[in-house]
């Protein structure tokens, strides 16, 4: 196992940094290893990285998510086994900080413990700069999207959310 | 044009060891085989290389999900999706001929195997009062016959319509709409008859009709259960789902009174390890049940996880999930702490320790999924089996979360579609205020009839005119005589249909055939060339286009029927819906869905994008719309079937070589049965103790409270290692067993898994009528 955890800051509020960060479907738009990501609901992703020649796909549980503060994800993989946390912290000038932590505990993670890591913290590091341009240029969220999720679970932030307005009589 | 058989040869039963695996080559060699004989090359090609892909047909075999649109194989189907595709592509064809040739009586002593093996219907037929024929009859007159007996009922409540899973959203919600704009509610449903317990089960403790689950939480699972279901023949590529999980680790715990071939083991014929390797072995665990023990098995379970949260407080239980999200735990855990381990065990026929087993199995896994099918919904006490599957769910917050959730397995292709259509005997007040906002007229409110219900109206004289939107009914529904008996009381009875089936023998004073478009067809209109759009099991809507030339010119799509039908019949009422522009352009028709059912707005934009509409669940977002408007636990009265001494408990089930109600060989290779479907499966106990032996002539006689004897003639013995007590044998030959009052609680649907029958000696092989 190994953890990486890199940090950057960017000059939006805190509530404009988060609510960009929920909008998984447009990373790819920003980031160069990030392919493609689909929500297949708020809690369960689908993501589509490449490296070079390599590529993984990998899906993706969200276990906590609070507005305006943190997520924390887990891998579904049983090959790539990892989890993350992202949170999000104002600044006294009015900006946010943004912190990235992932844990990787996959087979190979032992074998390569020297270079992987630096590796992995580059590659983030990166990315987090990629946000940080995207978001300060748009200078405003493309979209949000405010629930909780709490142990996997989503929790309403209203009785009854758009998601849930769904034909729910009893299906033979 | 390929020749149909014209005689049914006599085949030989013989027997083999059931198989211990499912697919690989042989399931290969079977589809093509059986696609060949049925239609050309080419036609083989351009509807297997099409089915189930983004654009293509979607497979009307069964209603399992597709993997998402990158990820779907070249081909991706299964050897029965193949065979059902390939029997509506058939180049056989009838017309009038075949009716001079054969009267309705006639083809009423034919198998539902020859039947279907006729061919294509290609023109409009009737039956006249008196007459044993069908002749040909235009569309035209067809029209002015059914409209004019609709006119002429005292009440709107003397007609029923109803649908099989094989119809589109599109056709579904225009034949609701029809109904309601006529003034009845009579929408009886194939689902009636499969999964009316699920949803009633799910409705009342979780407030959604459907499963919780995705194929992605299924790859994802630690553990499944795999409950009453039989994949390998029902829904064979559920097996490459599982496939799937277990190459991620899952566990899968198999619960059938039956060893299944698929659910021991399977050959994916897409991979070259399951052509030439061992395959993967599906069931970790294997518990043997009886017919219907489901019920004690997870209240069994269920009682184990509260023990173990006792000795580790804080450890077993979702606490937390418990407090926040649900409601009754403290009765249901009083009610189930009560349930004695003598009953459960003999209501199972499992011992303790496999029982205890379970439990580590599931104290060791962090998400956990159900599946179920027939086996759990055909029974009296089905709606509070599912409860209590819920109840175990619950117990370790395994809903609403990544890897978890209920899965009732659906059999017919649209049948989840239809009901969101609106096909559903009592729709809630808001479906039906949406629609008068809509169309402007005031949809009938009073609850109307479900099939059972509808066999006991049309028995009494209480309905003239019945419609069939597909389907073949009278071999899907219980009872047969007395459902055949009912269906001769209406004075009207029409079907629309691609292939002949035994429905159309069994008329009214009229009768009609209404030959329609197949799926595989191409579906030309007056605003050109159409799609239709389905849902599967999982809440996927998409779209399902036909790539063959129609049977024949003559040919008129499900929903042109229902438009034109309902132009002829309604004119001068003062509706104002747009039947003419429904049929010239389907997209009308789902711009009035997208407005009227919640969930699908913007409709025709969102169906187009490569594997459409994924439905949410509104249990996967914290969300319970049922009374409570939370989870709730509830306390379920233990039951267990038992049969008197001398008499087993049947069950009804399909052959591997069979799709719905329609033989395609009288093989089962998968349990090892050859030449004929009149058979029936015992433990070799069972055999002894019954003073039988094997491959003995028997009659099955079923035993219920009413009056008429209902017996099925002329069956084979065949030793099977089903459970002790507990009988096994093919439908539609035994529907005839299965009373019409024998219902599930609540559901109102028939208990064709636990039939009380005793087996007769005939002294000398029957001579009973081929079907």
């Known amino acids: 196992m190994y953890s990486v955890e890199e940090t950057i800051e960017v000059a939006v509020p805190v509530r404009a940094a988060y609510n960009q960060w929920t909008q998984f479907k447009s990373f790819p738009r920003f980031m160069t290893v990030v392919k493609k990501v689909e929500q297949i609901r708020p809690a369960l992703l689908s993501w589509t990285l490449a490296v070079g020649p390599l590529r993984r796909e990998f899906q993706a549980e969200i276990v906590e998510q609070e507005p305006d503060s943190h997520l924390t994800w887990q891998s579904l993989e049983r090959h790539f086994v990892h989890r993350g946390e992202v949170s999000f912290r104002p600044t006294a000038t009015g900006g946010t900080t943004v912190t990235v932590r992932i844990e990787v505990d996959s087979p190979g993670a032992t074998a390569l413990r020297g270079g992987l890591p630096k590796l992995v913290g580059r590659v983030v590091q990166r990315e987090l700069g990629h946000f940080k341009a995207y978001i300060e240029g748009l200078g405003a969220e493309s979209g949000a999207w405010r629930g909780t999720i709490r142990g996997g679970r989503v929790r309403p932030e209203e009785p009854r959310p758009h998601r849930s307005r769904v034909a729910h009589w009893p299906v033979g | ?187 009886p449903d194939c689902s009636n008859m499969c999964h009316e317990s699920s949803g009633f089960a799910l409705h009342e403790t979780l407030g959604t009709g459907k499963g919780t689950v995705s194929l992605d939480d299924l790859h994802h699972a630690d553990l499944i259960f795999v409950v009453g279901q039989n994949p390998g023949t029902n829904h064979p590529r559920q097996l490459s789902a599982l496939e799937e999980a277990k190459r991620n680790g899952a566990r899968i715990i198999a619960v059938n009174p039956l060893p299944e071939a698929g659910l021991l083991r399977f050959k994916n014929p897409q991979k070259p390890s399951g052509v030439i390797g061992k395959g993967t072995q599906i069931a970790d665990r294997f518990l043997h049940i009886r017919n219907g023990g489901d019920l004690a098995l997870f209240q069994g379970i269920n009682r184990l996880l509260l023990e173990a949260e006792d000795a580790r407080p804080g450890e077993v239980l979702a606490r937390d999930f418990i407090e926040s999200d649900t409601k009754g735990f403290e009765e249901f855990a ?318 009804t089930l399909r052959s591997h070589d069979q799709w719905n109600t329609v033989p395609y060989t009288s093989n089962d290779r998968y349990r090892g049965i050859h030449g004929s479907r009149r058979v029936v499966l015992v433990n070799p106990e069972d055999v002894a103790a019954l003073g039988l032996s094997e491959g003995q002539h028997v009659d099955l006689v079923s035993v219920w409270g009413d009056d008429p004897e209902r017996r099925a003639e002329g069956f084979r013995v065949v030793s099977y290692p089903t459970t002790r007590g507990c009988a096994a044998a093919y439908y539609p030959e035994t529907n005839v067993l299965v009373p019409l009052d024998s219902v599930a609680d609540k559901s109102n649907q028939p208990t064709s898994k636990a039939i009380v029958v005793r087996l007769e000696p005939v002294a000398s092989p029957a001579t009973a009528s081929p079907r």
């Open chain 2, 334 to 651: 009083e009610h189930v702490r009560t349930i004695g381990w003598d009953d459960i065990l003999a209501a199972t026929g499992l011992a303790r320790e496999e029982i205890e087993q379970v439990r580590d199995e599931v104290l060791g896994s962090r998400r956990v999924i159900v599946c179920w099918a027939m086996g759990i919904t055909q029974h009296k006490h089905a709606v509070p089996t599912i409860r209590e599957i819920v109840n175990f769910l619950l117990l370790r917050g395994n809903i609403g979360r990544a890897g978890t959730g209920a899965c009732p397995v659906r059999g017919h292709s649209n049948v989840q579609g239809d009901r969101t259509m609106g096909i559903w005997e009592q729709m809630p007040d808001d479906f039906l205020d949406a629609l008068q906002t809509e169309f402007g007229f005031d949809p009938p409110r009073a609850h109307g009839l479900d099939s059972v219900n509808s066999i006991r109206a049309m028995r009494e004289g209480r309905i003239k005119f019945f419609l069939a939107l597909a389907g073949n009914f009278v071999r899907a529904a219980p009872d047969s005589a007395i459902t055949e008996d009912a269906m001769r009381n209406c004075r009207l009875t029409a079907h629309i249909s691609t292939k002949l089936n035994r429905s159309h023998t069994v008329c009214g004073e009229t009768a009609l055939i209404l030959p329609t478009l197949g799926r595989t067809e191409v579906d030309i209109q007056a605003d050109g060339e159409q799609f239709v759009t389905v849902e599967n099991s999982m809440s996927e809507v998409h779209t399902s286009q036909g790539r063959l030339q129609p049977a024949s010119p003559l040919l008129l799509s499900e929903i042109s029927i229902l438009c034109r039908l309902a132009r002829r019949t309604l004119d001068g009422r003062g509706t104002d819906i747009p039947w003419e522009q429904f049929e010239a352009d389907y997209g009308a028709i789902r711009d009035h869905i997208s407005r009227i059912v919640p969930g699908l707005h913007d409709f025709n934009r969102r169906v187009t994008r490569p594997g459409g509409i994924q439905l949410p669940n509104a249990v996967n977002e914290g969300v319970y719309h049922n009374d409570v408007g939370k989870a709730l636990f509830t306390a379920n009265d233990f039951a267990m079937l038992r049969a008197p001494e001398g008499y087993l408990l049947l069950q």
């Open chain 2, 1 to 187: 044009m390929k020749k149909a058989p014209g005689d049914e040869p006599n085949e030989a039963l013989t027997v083999t060891p059931p198989k211990k695996w499912a697919a690989g080559v042989p399931a290969v060699a079977h589809a093509l085989g059986y696609s060949l004989e049925e239609t050309s090359v080419r036609r083989t090609g351009e509807t297997l290389l099409t089915m189930n892909q983004v654009g293509g047909i979607d497979c009307p075999g069964c209603a399992w999900a597709d993997p998402s649109p990158g990820n779907r194989h070249r081909n991706e189907y299964c050897e029965n999706g193949a065979k059902h595709i390939n029997d509506e592509a058939t180049s056989r064809r009838i017309g009038a001929d075949f009716f001079r040739e054969h009267t309705v009586s006639e083809l009423g002593r034919r198998s539902d195997k020859w039947l279907n093996q006729q061919g294509r219907l290609t023109e409009p037929m009737v039956k006249r009062p008196g007459s044993d024929s069908y002749q040909p009859i235009s569309w035209h007159d067809a029209f002015d016959l059914l409209a004019s007996e609709l006119r002429s009922l005292d009440s709107p409540d003397e007609a029923v319509f109803y649908t099989s899973g094989r119809a589109s959203n599109e056709a579904a919600f225009a034949l609701q709409l029809f109904a309601r704009a006529l003034g009845t509610n009579n929408l």
